[in-house]
């Protein structure tokens, strides 16, 4: 079965308001997250990532925090835009030590952004 | 401009038929990757391949074939042994250990 998931398949919020999206996971033996962004008909496109040695990771308008205790990640975005309307993606990579595997992708969440 | 290019953009196949969707990437990265994308869905990993002449299978690699022959190159053919083959197919590349993926725009297949 799948083993990283969303809270939520829509959230919905105003233009300027910061936005939480949430993602659960399951293997503990995770150490390398990613969030992906996507819009319609598109590729997912990288936002940012975290590996297990990090709780917290910023970028420009996004941070990522990552919760090993109760197995949580979430992607916050700050002053969302109406350009940040997408379906966003939290994946991991489970092999431990790294190497070149596949993503198991939640999913995804559909941001929508209000006028 | 570095990027992966996947084509065709749309493609259909009749009931019986191989198709094969390709995938080039100009990025130098040692791994390549298959996924499968349907309707309000995450994507699964079809197959991946670490480095040229070698490629594993990924969690829903039956019904699919694909090959590395040359380092940019990772062409996935959708054989008739697939059953339900109309999805979203995106290809990703990557250096080589735990860094992030990048993708293409993807190919839509359906069904005659």
């Known amino acids: 079965g799948e083993s990283v998931g969303l809270h939520l398949p829509t959230l919905s919020v105003q233009e300027g308001d910061n936005s939480i999206i949430n993602c659960a996971y399951s293997n503990s033996a995770s150490d390398y997250f990613i969030w992906y962004k996507q819009e319609s008909g598109k590729g997912p496109q990288f936002i940012i990532d975290?590996?297990?040695?990090?709780d917290k990771r910023q970028g420009q308008r996004v941070t990522v925090l990552l919760n090993k205790t109760v197995k949580h990640l979430s992607l916050q975005i700050a002053a969302t835009q109406p350009g940040d309307s997408a379906v966003y993606f939290c994946a991991e990579n489970s092999l431990p030590g790294g190497g070149a595997d596949g993503l198991t992708f939640g999913k995804g969440t559909h941001l929508i952004i209000q006028p | 401009d570095g990027g992966i290019t996947q084509s065709p953009k749309y493609l259909f196949r009749k009931e019986g038929q191989n198709v094969t969707l390709s995938c080039e990437q100009n990025?130098?990265?040692?791994?390549m990757y298959w996924y499968r994308q349907d309707p309000g869905q995450g994507l699964r990993l079809i197959y991946y391949?670490?480095?040229?002449?070698?490629?594993q299978k990924g969690d829903i690699a039956e019904g699919y074939s694909v090959s590395r022959e040359k380092k940019e190159s990772f062409p996935l053919t959708v054989t008739s042994a697939q059953k339900n083959p109309t999805a979203f197919y995106l290809c990703?590349?990557?250096?080589?250990?735990?860094?992030?993926?990048?993708f293409g725009d993807g190919t839509r297949l359906s069904i005659l």
């Open positions: 975290i590996r297990s040695n990090m």
């Open positions: 990703a590349s990557s250096p080589f250990s735990n860094q992030p993926q990048h």
């Open positions: 391949s670490q480095i040229v002449n070698d490629f």
């Open positions: 990025l130098n990265h040692d791994a």
